[in-house]
Each structure stands twice: as structure tokens, then as C-alpha cells.
């Protein structure tokens, strides 16, 4: 078997103007799907954030691994590995991290590929099942009214429960709560995320407070404030938070402020932003910046890479999760493989799916019960593309606009000359 095409699809899904510490998310995200096609027929499917830069990244990269076995992933990422090599001058084509999403996608798409040439799901060729189900959190969000781009479900107003919720704003702890127990009752989570960094602390350790009102000590909460926030501030906000919080994530920049953070509360930090490659990981383990990692396959460069970071994870006592941006079925699926092959014990991971629902373009889209998705067991990812919605969400990309993601620009459409700040609080 050889790989004999690469079709590389850019996507635009409606996404809900939604808040965090880098301004306001645009009324579409953006995703890239590949599909490698064997000789023999056979597609493998990935999915990666979506940029302009990435597809030039991935589109040069397929160009160099036509005519291979899939199999030899060594032999595809020494050739995907050549091209982010610096030239003559010192100087690389694409950033580190298109790079890592170009592994990611091709590793994945592969997965799938050998998975459907051998019969068996991805979760056996790494090494088999630790767990049958996989559970999910609920990510919450501050957001704008609306419930993004012109195909979002701001259009149906006879809308009810998550789908109304989803369209409606939520600026202040009220409508965290309302939003909470609407995703919880429609998706069965049984913890919850909220995204901070947006407005004071005192705010978003008042809608922390009002959850554990609302939902009671049993049901896990984190609080996330993309390390805006200086370190008397993290450990201010934390006091308040103490015997409260499940794990505090990111709450300050860079490992040596996350390790004070963490001398200073008896809250176990998280992180996938001070710890997000393996070069980070020394600095990590000698400082004790954090107790818990967000892996993510699609920023530490695939299935293989991930499960790596958890061996080292057991062998340094760290705690694991998954990280998760806006995605669609085809990295929920594989999010789904990987966490039932990890054999560590999983915080619930984090997913943006819910916010994405309604506009997948898998046939059958996984669902949720309970809080959590069941491993699907036919070959590869166990999923099937809709091609005619795969073609639908391509012409939303082409109409859009969009090529970047950039939420400050977004956010100053809201509010004039607003500007982010690496240290905000």
C-alpha cells in the first residue's frame, strides 16, 4: 500500500463570539482537513487548526510523501522534519508549531488509513483500549450575544435548552450559571471549565463561586485565565478559590511564575500554555511549575508524540488531561482513540465540540452521553465524512473572508483601540 493523493480541504465553522484573554472569537473558525488516499482506494482522514500559513505548510509537506507506505511513519516525518530545517540564511519556511499541526494531520490521517486497511480500530495500533468511554468537560465561556456566522443557530428562533443558551450573552456570573446548566443538562457533563482572562478576577472568582452554588461540591470546576494575570494576582484569586477548584490553569506566564503560583496554593496547577513541548519539559520538572499537563495531539505532533508525553507524565507524577480548540468530528474522534489508549488515570478532557454542533461534517456525528463519548470500534477513526458537508463548510471558507485567526482584531470591531496585554490583571 502506498499513499497515491492528498486532498487538503480549508473549512470555516460558525463560531459563537466567544471571549478569552486574546480578545473575541470571529463569527467562523477555521479548520484544515486531509485526506490521504492509498493506491488501493482506501481514505485516511485528519484535522488540524486551520491558517493560511499551515495549508502552504501541509500542502508542501503532501508533496513529499506521495508514493509512500504508510506505515513508515519514521520515513514520512524524516521528510516532513527536512522541510522545517533552516535554510542557508538561518531561516525556516513555517513556524515550529505548523510544523507540529503538519505532523499531526498526516500521523493521524495514516492512523486512519492503516486502521481501515487492517480492519482494526486506531485505539489497537496504539497499543489497545484502557478505557471504553472517555469523559468530557463542559467549557463555558463569557461571550457576546449571537450565535456565530450567518449559518449559526441566532437564525431558528424557536431554539430551546443549549441551542438558545448557545445564542444568548453571557457577561457576568448569571449567565455563566444559566449557560452551564444548559450544556450539562443537554450534554450530561459532569465537570466544568470556565475560559477567564476577561474580566477582573474578582468577577471570575464570582462565577466560580455562583457554580459551586448552583452545582454543589460533587461536580469538579476549573477556572482558566490564559496567564494574564500577575502572579499576587493568581494568588490572591487562588486563596479565594481554595478547596474549591479541581485544578487552576494558567493563571500566570511562564514556568517561573506558575512554580510560585504553585508554592503558594494547595490547588494543583494545569497547563497548556507555560509546558506545551518536550523541550519545555526539563524546565517544567525541575521548577514544578505545574501538576498537570493539557496534552493536545494536535499541538505536540500526534498520536505517537502524545503518548510519549504520557510515559513521562507517570514516570514525574504529573496529572493528564487534553487540551481542546474549536473542532469539528474528524479531531473528536481521534481525541476520543488517544485518550481510550492512554493508560494514565484522565482528568475529563476538555472539548469545544458543543460549541461546534449542529455543523459537523461527519455522516454520523459522536454523541455524547453522560459527559462522555463512547470509543467507536469499526476501523480507523470508526467515522465517515460527509463529503457534501465537507463541500459546504469549504464554500463558508471561501466566503468568509477569513485566512487567520486573529481575535484582537475581532474584538476591536466591539470595542475600539482595545489592544491585548500579555499581563492584563
Known amino acids: 500500500m502506498r499513499i497515491a493523493d492528498c486532498h487538503i480541504t480549508p473549512v470555516a465553522v460558525p463560531d459563537p463570539p466567544l471571549l478569552n484573554a486574546a480578545g473575541l472569537h470571529a463569527p467562523y473558525a477555521l479548520r484544515l482537513i486531509i485526506e490521504l488516499v492509498s493506491d488501493d482506494g482506501i481514505s485516511g482522514w485528519g484535522e488540524i487548526p486551520g491558517s493560511k500559513s499551515t495549508r502552504a505548510a501541509l500542502a508542501q509537506a503532501a508533496e513529499r510523501i506521495i508514493g509512500i507506505d504508510p506505515w513508515q511513519l519514521n520515513a514520512i516525518f524524516a521528510r516532513i522534519d527536512q522541510l522545517a530545517q533552516p535554510d542557508d540564511r538561518g531561516a525556516t519556511p513555517w513556524d515550529n508549531r505548523a510544523w507540529v499541526h503538519v505532523r499531526s494531520a498526516v500521523e493521524v490521517a495514516c492512523y486512519d488509513l492503516l486502521g481501515k486497511a487492517t480492519g482494526r480500530p486506531v485505539v489497537d495500533l496504539l497499543g489497545g483500549a484502557v478505557r471504553d468511554r472517555v469523559p468530557f468537560a463542559a467549557y463555558l465561556f463569557y461571550k457576546q450575544a449571537g450565535a456565530g456566522g450567518e449559518h449559526g443557530f441566532e437564525r431558528e428562533p424557536t431554539a430551546t435548552g443549549w441551542m438558545a443558551a448557545r445564542a444568548e450573552a453571557a457577561l457576568d456570573h448569571a449567565g455563566i450559571v444559566a449557560q452551564a446548566q444548559a450544556m450539562c443538562s443537554h450534554y450530561g457533563f459532569r465537570s466544568i471549565k470556565l475560559k477567564g482572562g476577561v474580566f477582573p478576577p474578582d468577577a471570575e472568582v464570582a462565577s466560580i463561586l455562583a457554580l459551586r452554588e448552583a452545582f454543589g461540591a460533587d461536580v469538579p470546576l476549573r477556572l482558566d485565565p490564559n496567564a494574564i494575570w500577575r502572579v499576587d494576582t493568581a494568588i490572591s484569586a487562588g486563596n479565594k478559590l481554595s478547596g474549591v477548584l479541581e485544578y487552576y490553569e494558567d493563571p500566570v506566564r511562564g514556568q517561573a511564575n506558575m512554580a510560585a503560583v504553585a508554592r503558594a496554593l494547595d490547588i494543583p496547577l494545569a497547563t497548556n500554555m507555560c509546558t506545551t513541548s518536550f523541550a519545555d519539559l526539563p524546565g517544567s520538572i525541575q521548577q514544578g511549575s505545574e501538576a498537570i499537563i493539557l496534552s493536545d495531539h494536535h499541538f505536540w ?125
Open 301 to 425: 505532533g500526534g498520536f505517537r508524540a502524545s503518548l510519549d508525553l504520557a510515559s513521562i507524565c507517570r514516570v514525574f507524577g504529573r496529572g493528564l488531561s487534553m487540551h481542546s480548540n474549536s473542532h469539528l468530528g474528524i479531531s473528536l474522534a481521534a481525541m476520543v482513540q488517544l485518550a481510550a489508549a492512554t493508560p494514565n488515570d484522565l482528568y475529563d478532557c476538555d472539548t469545544h465540540y458543543p460549541w461546534q454542533d449542529g455543523h459537523d461534517l461527519l455522516v454520523k456525528p459522536l454523541q455524547f452521553e453522560n459527559g462522555s463519548v463512547a470509543l467507536l470500534h469499526e476501523p480507523g477513526l470508526g467515522i465517515e465524512v460527509d463529503r457534501a458537508r465537507l463541500a459546504q463548510l469549504h464554500q463558508h471558507y471561501l466566503t468568509c473572508g477569513l485566512t487567520e485567526r486573529n481575535d484582537e482584531i475581532e474584538m476591536q470591531k466591539v470595542e475600539p483601540g482595545w489592544s491585548f496585554q500579555a499581563t492584563r490583571w
